[in-house]
């Protein structure tokens, strides 16, 4: 079973960048979708953005312009570029990978990012 591990996070000043990425150890194959989750403090995980295997992405409104997802390679299927950061984008941030049939691996402990002076 693969095992999906970020990285990337860190702490950052606003207006600031981060590129994140997402590795996997193990074999994964007929992937549908990737995508970021971000959980802040006290709510509930949230997708954040995602990309199919067609091509076709899909962001939060509130990221939409500043982040973006892409697909990269067999070790390090996706990164996730994050600018123009703002407090708002404080939170773990996980990686998942889909296949038509469900997961293709098991979620890491996710990374934190967060937005301060």
């Known amino acids: 079973q693969a095992q999906f591990v970020e990285s990337g996070g860190g702490v950052v000043q606003p207006g600031g960048s981060l590129t994140r990425s997402c590795a996997v150890s193990?074999?994964?194959?007929?992937?549908?979708?990737m995508a970021w989750y971000r959980q802040a403090p006290g709510k509930e995980r949230e997708s954040v953005a995602s990309i199919t295997a067609a091509g076709r992405t899909n962001y939060l409104d509130s990221v939409k312009g500043r982040f973006t997802i892409s697909r990269d390679n067999a070790k390090k299927p996706t990164s996730l570029q994050m600018n123009m950061l703002g407090p708002e984008a404080t939170g773990v941030y996980f990686c998942?990978?889909?296949?038509?049939?469900?997961?293709?691996?098991?979620w890491g402990q996710g990374t934190q990012v967060t937005v301060s002076l």
């Open positions: 998942d990978i889909q296949g038509g049939s469900g997961a293709l691996g098991r």
């Open positions: 193990g074999i994964i194959y007929e992937v549908a979708m």
